[in-house]
Nanobody, 115 residues
Framework: QVQLVESGGGLVQPGGSLRLSCAASGSSFSIYHMYWYRQAPGKQRELVAGITSGGSTNYADSVKGRFTISRDNAENTVALQMNSLKPEDTAVYYC?????????WGQGTQVTVSS
């Protein structure tokens, strides 16, 4: 069993930066592929970024060049550095851990980009 706790959300002005963090409890964190998703009001949840157990990364086109995902297997954490934030990045951001058919979600953290 893995529990995921996100932190780092908040209110930021357009063009600003935030760093989200997801702390995972439990063992074997390193085997999980980790993802950040987001869900804006009235919209479906969408994949923002992912990092495999081997460290390969992928990003949604809308965030490429602005967001960076990273993981620290020693600390059982995954981070999402978000730069040049736009109002359309406003959403609840969720951490996801996945391997084979096993799938865990955090409770989400709100990111609001507004002047």
């Amino acid at each position: 069993q893995v529990q995921l706790v996100e932190s780092g959300g908040g209110l930021v002005q357009p063009g600003g930066s935030l760093r989200l963090s997801c702390a995972a409890s439990g063992s074997s964190f390193s085997i999980y592929h980790m993802y950040w998703y987001r869900q804006a009001p009235g919209k479906q949840r969408e994949l923002v970024a992912g990092i495999t157990s081997g460290g390969s990364t992928n990003y949604a086109d809308s965030v490429k060049g602005r967001f960076t995902i990273s993981r620290d297997n020693a600390e059982n954490t995954v981070a999402l550095q978000m730069n040049s934030l736009k109002p359309e990045d406003t959403a609840v951001y969720y951490c996801n851990a996945r391997v084979l058919t096993i799938n865990y979600w955090g409770q989400g953290t709100q990111v609001t980009v507004s002047s």
